[in-house]
């Protein structure tokens, strides 16, 4: 195989694992929006007062929060790949849940679980890709990555077009199967971070060897950083 062919075969199999990942973070989105998303139909069946529908949200957020928090750490000690196909499955299986679910204590539980492993899902994501790209392409696809969120959100209004719990059910099973996949794929990258010791003896190679530059200059002058913040500057435009 010739170097051509071979790298050819990278990139493919690169922008794969790129899709991959990319349907993992949609996934999980889209999972935390769609029981809020879909309250009105789940009323019809399930008794909610105002207070019990007050508390399902708040304490959704709150686990939310907190997840962000927690897998954002556990992303730098763990593998993310693990953590990616963790979120994953807890959001299709919460998702099963609520398709059967008939009282209000199991809605809250499956949407405290939902929200709990939202962390898993951006965190690991982002990382992964600035593993995979250089500097002049990890911006671009940090912006499609990105989109995923606006993409679940475009989806949410026609999900209410179903019956509720077939929504719930199909798409929870859909996304195991498809957690099978992702794994077959992703398991190359399936390794724990370094250990910090190992990378402090690299960046202290790295600065014998480069010149002091500023902080602030690297960071004005980053490509990735404007990216990032346009993309971020159009997300939160549109929740506003």
């Not at 686990?63 to 693990?82: E, H, P, Q």
């Not at 200059?217 to 346009?230: A, E, M, N, Y």
Request: proline content about 2%; hydrophobic content about 45%.
């Amino acid at each position: 195989m010739t170097t051509g062919e071979t790298t050819k075969n990278m990139t493919f199999k690169t922008h794969l694992k790129f899709v991959c990942v990319t349907i993992i973070y949609f996934a999980h989105i889209y999972f935390r929006r769609l029981p809020i998303t879909l309250l009105p139909l789940i009323r019809e069946e399930i008794v909610l007062s105002s207070d019990d529908i007050g508390l399902l949200v708040s304490a959704h957020a709150l686990c939310y929060t907190i997840g962000r928090l927690v897998f954002g750490v556990a992303s730098d000690k763990y593998s993310k790949v693990a953590l990616l196909l963790l979120g994953l499955i807890t959001c299709a299986t919460c998702s099963v849940g609520l398709a059967f679910s008939t009282y209000y204590w199991q809605l809250l539980i499956a949407m405290l679980f939902l929200g709990i492993v939202q962390g898993a899902g951006w965190v690991p994501a982002s990382l992964l890709v600035q593993s995979w790209y250089s500097k002049t392409t990890y911006g671009t696809m940090f912006s499609i990555l990105a989109c995923g969120s606006t993409f679940a959100g475009i989806l949410q209004p026609f999900s209410k077009k179903f019956y509720w719990r077939n929504i719930e059910l199909w798409s929870g099973i859909g996304m195991l199967l498809f957690s099978i996949i992702c794994y077959i794929v992703l398991r190359e990258d399936n390794v724990r971070p370094k250990h910090l010791n190992d990378i402090e003896e690299e960046v202290e190679d790295g600065e014998k060897k480069k010149k002091k530059q500023s902080g602030l200059t690297l960071i004005v002058g980053s490509i990735v950083i404007w990216h990032i913040s346009f993309v971020y500057l159009f997300t939160m435009e549109g929740i506003a």
